[in-house]
């Protein structure tokens, strides 16, 4: 493990496309770029969570307050899908399949600004940019990842400390709800799933207060690799094995504390392949 990058408040949605990682800091306010050695921050007045890159190319980004996917342009996100008529709660994680396909966490309320828990729900936007419902009733819905050469989607549900798993259809419609793992068990009683991605043998998750990156799979397999003090917030892989994850500095506190207190810190850790097989 070695410390990649600096300087984040709050490291959401990190993708690795092209040689470069992105990073969304809503609680910063923008967004971070790391290509050809330059970590450069751009500033957003629509705050970015979840970060997907299309076929083609395009970054997309769930734009936390407005409802709505963006396409980058550079400077910002311009219009994509409008999500008011479906979206109850802020924009949370996002993830797409190989024919554009989005899926996006509706997390239902905004927790660190103490508004009262109600369930939140999974939304498809489809690649013409259509909008539904996916499936309803999930907790808090966190980190999103497609496995299982697509026929699987994973869906972290945070305050239920459980990853919950969906059969994909070839019409992109989510269906055979059932239980992935069971972190509490699995990894450790106070295990809360945040940021997911997908490996060759099931999902990394970051696992908050248990402080570790833990490789899961529907059989109960796991590795974890251990955060020290910070609480693992977000990851992703690079075409190489790597394993970035965004790591929270608290103060030993929870993050959403931190958050609420202004006193949060983060930084992107790097773990080399051989520390992720």
Excluded at 12 to 17: K, L, V
Excluded at 122 to 150: H, S, W
Aim: aromatic share 8%; with cysteine; glycine share 14%.
């Amino acid at each position: 493990m070695s410390r990649y990058r600096d300087g984040l408040t709050l490291g959401e949605g990190p993708r690795w496309n092209d040689g470069a990682l992105w990073v969304s800091d809503p609680q910063k306010g923008g967004i971070w770029t790391d290509s050809g050695g330059t970590w450069a921050f751009t500033p957003l007045t629509a705050q970015s969570n979840g970060l997907w890159f299309l076929p083609g190319g395009r970054l997309a980004g769930a734009i936390m307050r407005e409802k709505r996917v963006g396409l980058w342009d550079g400077a910002g996100f311009g219009a994509y899908a409008d999500l008011s008529d479906v979206a109850a709660g802020p924009l949370g994680d996002m993830v797409g399949d190989r024919h554009g396909g989005l899926y996006v966490g509706d997390v239902g309320y905004a927790a660190h600004l103490g508004e009262q828990p109600r369930p939140g729900r999974l939304i498809r936007v489809a690649p013409d940019g259509r909008a539904t419902v996916a499936a309803e009733d999930v907790e808090f819905p966190n980190g999103l990842a497609i496995i299982d050469d697509g026929r699987t989607l994973v869906v972290a549900e945070t305050w239920a400390q459980r990853l919950t798993a969906f059969t994909v259809g070839v019409d992109g419609q989510l269906t055979d709800r059932r239980l992935f793992a069971d972190l509490a068990a699995l990894v450790h009683p106070e295990a809360r799933p945040d940021g997911i991605c997908a490996a060759a043998q099931g999902v990394w998750v970051c696992t908050l207060s248990a402080h570790a990156v833990a490789l899961v799979d529907e059989s109960g397999r796991l590795d974890r690799i251990g955060t020290g003090e910070g609480q693992p917030v977000a990851c992703c892989l690079d075409p190489e094995g790597r394993l970035f994850v965004t790591v929270a500095e608290t103060g030993g506190g929870s993050v959403l504390e931190a958050v609420a207190a202004k006193t949060l810190k983060t930084h992107v850790e790097v773990y080399e392949p051989d520390a992720v097989r």
